[in-house]
T-cell receptor, first 113, second 109 residues
Framework: DAGVIQSPRHEVTEMGQEVTLRCKPI?????LFWYRQTMMRGLELLIYFNNNVPIDDSGMPEDRFSAKMPNASFSTLKIQPSEPRDSAVYFC???????????FGEGSWLTVV | AQRVTQPEKLLSVFKGAPVELKCNYS??????LFWYVQYSRQRLQLLLRHISRESIKGFTADLNKGETSFHLKKPFAQEEDSAMYYC???????????FGTGTRLTVIP
């Protein structure tokens, strides 16, 4: 298996632009997580899905952030409008039902200027 | 509320020296504890979990419920151990992992 696949790997965008990050979980995994990593705050859970349904989105910073999972093999994290303080590495991760290991993607490095 | 504390943001040791990365947690029930490692610009990888009681790459971690700690130890550090290490907690019946802020380990040759 190729593991959790994220795109884009790197993105530089101007403040105010819309950013869409994409994730393909490992096939057969039914839980999907979005984390944000910054120097100051480390890894923070933004939202997670079970069976494509959002379970906990309390970590989503504000209304500018939204996440969807239209099917078991695809999820998006959207920021609209983006701001410089959104600059971070965004990780997607997945886990299979009954499993005890969360597998991470390589991350999307976002820079908002 | 759950909380994971890694008191050291940065830790430097010489090659061959013992290393201990500290992790303390706060949780009212019986959590699962994990250590994840992130090498430079790579994805996070599971290093070990307390329920397995295993040694990976020479690292071990023992869950001390009395002290609510899960410190990561290695008797002889190697240069390739230089990385970011995250301690993580999963509550009973919970799906998500709650991470500490991480410790960057540098092994000096």
């Amino acid at each position: 298996d190729a593991g959790v696949i994220q795109s884009p790997r790197h993105e530089v965008t101007e403040m105010g632009q819309e950013v869409t990050l994409r994730c393909k979980p490992i096939s057969g995994h039914n839980s999907l997580f979005w984390y944000r990593q910054t120097m100051m705050r480390g890894l923070e859970l933004l939202i997670y899905f079970n069976n494509n349904v959002p379970i906990d989105d309390s970590g989503m910073p504000e209304d500018r952030f939204s996440a969807k999972m239209p099917n078991a093999s695809f999820s998006t994290l959207k920021i609209q409008p983006s701001e410089p303080r959104d600059s971070a590495v965004y990780f997607c991760a997945s886990e299979k039902r009954g499993g005890n290991t969360i597998y991470f993607g390589e991350g999307s490095w976002l820079t908002v200027v | 509320a759950q909380r994971v504390t890694q008191p050291e943001k940065l830790l430097s040791v010489f090659k061959g020296a013992p290393v201990e990365l500290k992790c303390n947690y706060s949780y009212s029930g019986s959590p699962e504890l994990f250590w994840y490692v992130q090498y430079s610009r790579q994805r996070l990888q599971l290093l070990l979990r307390h329920i397995s009681r295993e040694s990976i790459k020479g690292f071990t971690a023992d869950l001390n419920k009395g002290e609510t700690s899960f410190h990561l130890k290695k008797p002889f550090a190697q240069e390739e151990d230089s990385a970011m290490y995250y301690c993580a907690l999963r509550g009973a019946g919970a799906n998500n992992l709650f991470f500490g802020t991480g410790t960057r380990l540098t092994v000096i040759p």
